[in-house]
């Protein structure tokens, strides 16, 4: 069975930092790739960052370059979003999700989510 279950989500001031993490089970990084996305209310989900399971190659959306960064540890099952220089902006819903091989722009092909972690970044 496939879960994919979100953590590390919080209230953080402008500037500040979190790391959230995603302990995945029932699949191999080998043949998915796994991303983190994000959504606010009444707006699209979009996509912040992927992993490739062919060649590991890391993606960023232009607006978390510089900032965001994505990190696996093997042994725990494990994926983190290492967010910096937060900004209100951030203020979303994220998940992580898993889609075969590589990363899609298309959220109908991706095929497991989990239930998202809150990120509020506020004064």
């Known amino acids: 069975q496939v879960q994919l279950v979100e953590s590390g989500g919080g209230l953080v001031q402008p500037g500040g930092s979190l790391r959230l993490s995603c302990v995945f089970s029932?699949?191999?990084?080998?043949?998915?790739?796994i991303g983190w996305f994000r959504q606010a209310p009444g707006k699209e989900r979009e996509g912040v960052s992927c992993m490739s399971s062919l060649d590991g190659t890391i993606y960023y959306a232009d607006s978390v370059k510089g900032r965001f960064t994505f990190s696996r540890d093997n042994a725990k099952n494990t994926v983190n979003l290492h967010m910096n220089s937060l900004k209100p902006e951030d203020t979303d819903v994220y998940y992580c999700?898993?889609?075969?091989?590589?990363?899609?722009?298309?959220?109908?092909?991706?095929?497991?989510w989990g239930q998202g972690t809150q990120v509020t970044v506020s004064s």
């Open positions: 029932g699949f191999t990084l080998d043949y998915y790739a």
């Open positions: 999700a898993a889609v075969a091989y590589l990363c899609s722009d298309d959220l109908k092909e991706w095929d497991y």
